[in-house]
T-cell receptor, first 114, second 112 residues
Framework: EAGVTQSPTHLIKTRGQQATLRCSPISGHTSVYWYQQALGLGLQFLLWYDEGEERNRGNFPPRFSGRQFPNYSSELNVNALELEDSALYLC?????????????FGPGTRLTVL | AQSVTQLGSHVSVSEGALVLLRCNYSSSVPPYLFWYVQYPNQGLQLLLKYTSAATLVKGINGFEAEFKKSETSFHLTKPSAHMSDAAEYFCAVTGSARQLTFGSGTQLTVLP
């Protein structure tokens, strides 16, 4: 069974540009989570989507947004890029069910903002 | 709200020695606790999770953790370290919210 996939692997942008990151969850999983892993800041929750709806978001500005498509894949958009947006962006998927259901992580997209 | 604190950002052990990685949690509701491992340039892999079914939880690769409510701890242990255990380890918690709240991570180095 295929795991969570993310594209692209690496993305280089300049300040002010927009970045789009993509995630395909494990087949059968309806929930997709986005996390940011920035140097010195650790792993922080960004967004949670389930059944096409945004269910919760972390403490990030509105220029971080996303969506979930009918096939449950998801897109993370970051507008007006800033240098501090440079980070590894991890996507995870799970079934909705219990709060302790495992989240399966993809390999991440490394975003570099110059 | 929930949070976890990992004591020790870097831990070094000799191959064959006991691995002990510390995690303390804070939660206003019964927590669900997780340990994840991250190898260089990879995503996170679940090692084990506490779901209130049993206080001693056994995971993959010989790791285990014990939930101690009185100490608000969920420390990760492995009796004998292997070179392949070198990685970064994250403790995480969910409770009232579905998303994971992570600790700051512990980098484990295994010395030959």
């Amino acid at each position: 069974e295929a795991g969570v996939t993310q594209s692209p692997t690496h993305l280089i942008k300049t300040r002010g540009q927009q970045a789009t990151l993509r995630c395909s969850p494990i087949s059968g999983h309806t929930s997709v989570y986005w996390y940011q892993q920035a140097l010195g800041l650790g792993l922080q929750f960004l967004l949670w989507y389930d059944e096409g709806e945004e269910r919760n978001r972390g403490n990030f500005p509105p220029r971080f947004s996303g969506r979930q498509f009918p096939n449950y894949s998801s897109e993370l958009n970051v507008n007006a890029l800033e240098l501090e947006d440079s980070a590894l962006y991890l996507c995870a998927s799970s079934t909705l069910g219990a709060l302790y259901n495992e989240q399966f992580f993809g390999p991440g997209t490394r975003l570099t903002v110059l | 709200a929930q949070s976890v604190t990992q004591l020790g950002s870097h831990v070094s052990v000799s191959e064959g020695a006991l691995v002990l990685l510390r995690c303390n949690y804070s939660s206003s509701v019964p927590p669900y606790l997780f340990w994840y491992v991250q190898y260089p340039n990879q995503g996170l892999q679940l090692l084990l999770k506490y779901t209130s079914a049993a206080t001693l939880v056994k995971g993959i690769n010989g790791f285990e953790a014990e939930f101690k409510k009185s100490e608000t701890s969920f420390h990760l242990t492995k009796p004998s370290a292997h070179m392949s255990d070198a990685a970064e380890y994250f403790c995480a918690v969910t409770g009232s919210a579905r998303q994971l709240t992570f600790g700051s991570g512990t980098q484990l180095t295994v010395l030959p």
